[in-house]
């Protein structure tokens, strides 16, 4: 008898099969590698060589999003921090587009490490499959430390890739920030106006604003209790945890210390000279939120805020509320579906 | 009485949408794949068929890149109906966000005969999308073809080297295999398991179909006729002097597949071949004793990981 949690065992079998396979005569694949030949990456050997090097070269965690809902506070907080070593973006992106993704801000360049790891990062990103082992091997940096991906792209990742990823790196823990689908739509749809990602809109009416909620960037980023429900399928349920932007908005020392708790870091020690309440997006500019606007946004995520108060729990619990949606009728359209299922069964049979 | 989650979907989020308009003014059906699964040979056989006006592109690809795609062939362009549906599409395709009345209204010039969207690609949408559009459209028909995973990985291969997509690769390396099974566009069309789940979470069962690309090299015949009673045509019409086995591709080169590699690539799927058997059914049942893999191990594991699952929430509590 082992341990595992249902459907994740199996993949484990064949996939660590391949990966022996895969670093079998393949000379040329790694000779595109330079300049850091005492990194794991300089190597074409097979991966029991390289434990000896690079020690635990993988990422300790994800963190899959949400967009808007914290991910850069969490990035600051675990960059300072003792325990952590950091990559040098905060967002890879590698799962979601093999990091072929245009930056705003310069990496980080304080060290030889952060040189190394834009190096091998920039060697990944030139290869046209996706390669797990090298991901893991962007790692081999921190040392002893921890260390993870924050890219809230991945809340758009499919069954598919996520199971690969879960198989591959099975002690890997995944971290979700949850936020109201309305306040993080509003938020999405100002920053992307503001950096000029999305046309200006007339905000004050609310078929407008709809038509930009169904921009597929803002969609596919829209619904929580779908994107938790897919991770959920293949994380077991001890590497996985959904944190809530409404604690970081009351008692950002509280969410820091239970995240840096579950990532294995010491949520005594400070973040150098960072407070927990620190926010860099403060006085940054909104769209205005009429109450009509709001009231027209919230019925498109009607559906999506009671799913959420299902799917996540916690403070989700409380977000229909807010707009006066009533729990009770979702329960009981849930009960008139399992009705009409019961009765549709009974029809086939 | 509503299938589960379908009609919830409909609800806040789009006002207007009910998608069954009196005009018609919709697809009947989508076709989302997959790729090298047959979609070439459906659309041709709908096309000629007398029953339905097809679009004069196969495959639109709204839904997953809003049809901004770069077209190796011109798009028909035959009458007016044909110069409508492209002028709308280039308008639709401008528009940044999702406009399911527009996109319905590509499809006002099939009148009352029959239409659809064939866009493989829509294999790899995801649940949100899906939810989407069929919340949106609560009548759609939709068709999956589906083709055993190693051949159908082995024939999307063979297609991109020859257009030039995938750079020339040894083809008898296993481990060069391996590595273009896991380039992104190879990779999220190669799991049937999944797509097949994905959809089904969304569309009544009596609107979904599975077919099978055994079938379509067995007995053609027999599959149109399926296809076309499920759409709602007149099998018995001939589409034109079009054969149902007529097959576009024949001929076409494919890479050499060694028995070395070929065992290879059904290791890499042997987990996915065995889900197959079981979400899909069918001629999936037979896909995995193709490769020699027994499915009675896969019932065995997933028993066994029931009882892990009883342990743990048993142990839980």
């Not at chain 2, 989650?5 to 009947?28: C, E, L, M, T, Y």
């Amino acid at each position: 008898m082992h341990w595992t949690w249902p459907f994740k065992s199996r993949n484990g079998n064949h996939r660590n099969g391949h990966n022996g396979n895969g670093h079998n005569g393949n000379g040329h694949h790694a000779a595109g590698n330079n300049g850091n030949g005492r990194h794991a990456n300089g190597h074409n050997g097979n991966v029991d060589d390289l434990n000896g090097v690079t020690g635990d070269a993988r990422p300790d965690f994800l963190c899959v999003g949400a967009q808007k809902a914290g991910t850069s506070w969490l990035y600051r907080q675990l960059e300072p921090h003792p325990d952590f070593w950091m990559p040098p973006v905060k967002e890879l992106h590698y799962l979601d587009n093999l990091n072929r993704t245009k930056r705003n801000d310069a990496p980080r360049s304080n060290d030889e490490r952060d040189a190394c790891f834009v190096e091998s990062i920039k060697d990944l990103s030139s290869r046209r499959h996706i390669d797990f082992d090298r991901y893991g091997r962007l790692f081999c940096h921190k040392g002893p430390l921890l260390s993870g991906d924050i890219s809230p792209a991945y809340s758009t990742l499919s069954d598919e890739v996520i199971e690969r990823v879960v198989d591959h790196f099975p002690d890997l823990k995944v971290v979700f920030l949850a936020r109201d689908p309305v306040e993080r739509a509003w938020s999405q749809l100002s920053m992307g106006v503001r950096l000029g990602m999305i046309d200006k809109f007339d905000v004050t009416d609310p078929e407008e604003v709809v038509r930009n909620l169904l921009i597929p960037g803002v969609l596919t980023r829209s619904h929580p209790s779908k994107i938790v429900a897919r991770w959920k399928r293949y994380v077991c349920p001890e590497s996985f945890r959904v944190y809530f932007f409404d604690d970081l908005e009351e008692n950002p020392a509280d969410l820091r210390r239970s995240i840096l708790r579950f990532l294995g870091g010491d949520p005594d020690k400070p973040s150098g000279r960072l407070k927990p309440h620190y926010n860099n997006d403060a006085g940054r500019e909104k769209l205005r939120l009429t109450a009509k606007v709001r009231d027209r946004v919230a019925q498109f995520f009607e559906h999506e805020l009671k799913a959420c108060a299902a799917e996540l729990g916690g403070r989700a619990k409380s977000w229909p509320a807010r707009y006066g949606f009533s729990l009770l009728m979702y329960f009981w359209d849930l009960l008139d579906d399992s009705i009409d299922l019961f009765f549709w069964c009974d029809w086939i049979c | 009485m509503k299938w589960p989650f379908n009609g919830r979907a409909g609800n806040g989020q789009h006002k207007n949408g009910n998608g069954s308009d009196a005009d018609g003014a919709r697809p009947d059906f989508l076709c989302v794949g997959a790729q090298k699964g047959g979609t070439s040979w459906l659309f041709h056989q709908l096309t000629l068929h007398p029953d339905f006006w097809m679009p004069p592109v196969k495959e639109v690809h709204y839904f997953d890149s809003m049809s901004k795609v770069k077209r190796n062939n011109p798009p028909r362009c035959k009458d007016e109906r044909d110069q409508w549906f492209l002028a709308r599409l280039v308008e639709l395709s401008a528009l940044p966000y999702i406009d399911l009345d527009s996109y319905s209204e590509l499809f006002a010039a099939k009148k009352t005969l029959l239409s659809g969207d064939i866009t493989p690609a829509y294999s790899m949408l995801n649940d949100e999308l899906i939810e989407t559009i069929v919340g949106y459209f609560p009548n759609l028909k939709v068709i999956f073809l589906a083709r055993d995973p190693v051949d159908r990985a082995w024939s999307q291969l063979s297609m991109g080297v020859r257009l030039g997509n995938i750079p020339a690769f040894d083809s008898t390396n296993p481990a060069e295999v391996l590595r273009n099974l896991l380039s992104p566009g190879v990779f999220f069309r190669s799991y049937p398991s999944k797509i097949v789940k994905r959809w089904r979470r969304y569309v009544r069962p009596d609107l979904f179909r599975i077919y099978f690309f055994d079938d379509l090299k067995e007995d053609p015949a027999g599959m149109r006729r399926s296809i076309l009673s499920f759409l709602g045509a007149d099998p018995d019409k001939p589409s034109g002097s079009l054969k149902a086995d007529y097959n576009g591709q024949g001929g076409k080169e494919k890479l050499p597949l060694t028995d070395k590699v070929r065992a290879r690539v059904a290791h890499f799927f042997e987990h996915e071949l065995k889900a197959c058997a079981v979400e899909l059914g069918g001629h999936a049942k037979s896909w995995p004793a193709r490769y020699g893999f027994s499915l009675l191990l896969y019932f065995w594991d997933l028993l066994d990981d029931s009882i892990d699952l009883f342990f743990w929430c048993d142990w839980i509590c």
